[in-house]
């Protein structure tokens, strides 16, 4: 069986030395797995031995439905669609999109506590602005947050 190094790939499990971003590449392709909506790849780990999905960690595991559903229905709903509505127009369960909306919000928490850097803020000065670029149909907002005691950032 051909295996390929997945440079960039951690292993989830969280006792394996691999799991930490800073020992990457010691995870390789493993074949693949049958679902409703497909195949998809299977992992293995060099150090642990242990076997994962590609989607291990993230909103669409153990999805039943074709990923790009799951991205819809978040569309929908951060375009201010309510999960009602949602239910309707995807023919899903009101309880299937509650319990999507829940996944995709961890994972944006998670995401967010992860590349976001905690600085001490004294006082905050924000502001926004809203700017038509191209067409009146699609506003552009932009927002903008300074931290007023550390204004020398930027000579
Ligand atoms: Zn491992």
């Known amino acids: 069986m051909f295996r390929r190094i997945c440079k ?13 971003d800073s020992n990457p590449g ?11 909506a497909g195949k998809r790849r299977r992992h293995r780990c060099f150090i642990c031995g242990k076997t994962f999905c590609s989607t ?26 309510n999960k009602s509505s949602i239910s309707r127009v995807k023919s899903l369960a ?23 850097k905690v600085m001490d803020i ?3 000065q924000a502001d926004e602005i809203r700017t038509i670029a191209g067409s009146k149909k699609t506003p552009v907002w932009l927002f903008a947050a300074m931290e007023v005691s550390r204004q020398g950032w930027y000579q």
């Open 26 to 36: 010691k995870v390789v392709t493993h074949g693949f797995y049958k679902t409703r």
């Open 94 to 116: 009101w309880n299937t999109v509650h319990d999507w909306l829940e996944k995709a919000a961890k994972s944006c928490r998670k995401f967010i506590c992860n590349k976001s």
């Open 122 to 124: 004294h006082q905050l």
């Open 8 to 20: 960039n790939m951690t292993c989830p499990n969280e006792e394996c030395p691999c799991h930490t």
């Open 56 to 81: 291990k960690n993230t909103p669409y595991f153990r999805l039943q439905h074709p990923k790009s559903t799951f991205d819809e229905v978040a569309v929908l709903s951060v375009e201010g669609v």
